[in-house]
Nanobody
Framework: QVQLVESGGRLVQAGGSLRLSCAASGRTFNNLVVAWFRQAPGKEREFVAAIWWNGGTKYYADSVKGRFTISRDNVGNTVYLQMNNLKPEDTAVYYC?????????????????WGQGTQVTVSS
């Protein structure tokens, strides 16, 4: 069992930066795929980025490519999402998720474990 806790969300102006953290407890991220999803009010939860813990392969949604960076801290068992050049449309609750082998990494159904979410609000 993995418990995930996100942190780092807050109010920021457009063009600003934030770094979100996802810390795991209960077990390590070893052999898992860890992803960030987000959900804006009235919208479905959407994929943002994913990282394969073993090997470090990364994958991004087109909407964040070039602005967001997902990374991992092996020692701290933490995954980060560095978000630069934030836009008002990035406003959402951001969720961390982990799964053993999601067949399609962009789909929520592939992930067994979820955090409680952290709010990111970007003002124009």
């Amino acid at each position: 069992q993995v418990q995930l806790v996100e942190s780092g969300g807050r109010l920021v102006q457009a063009g600003g930066s934030l770094r979100l953290s996802c810390a795991a407890s209960g077990r390590t991220f070893n052999n898992l795929v860890v992803a960030w999803f987000r959900q804006a009010p009235g919208k479905e939860r959407e994929f943002v980025a994913a990282i394969w813990w073993n090997g470090g392969t990364k994958y991004y949604a087109d909407s964040v490519k070039g602005r967001f960076t997902i990374s991992r801290d092996n020692v701290g068992n933490t995954v980060y999402l560095q978000m630069n050049n934030l836009k008002p449309e990035d406003t959402a609750v951001y969720y961390c998720a982990a799964g053993t082998s999601p067949s399609i990494v962009t789909m929520t159904t592939g992930y067994n474990y979820w955090g409680q979410g952290t709010q990111v609000t970007v003002s124009s």
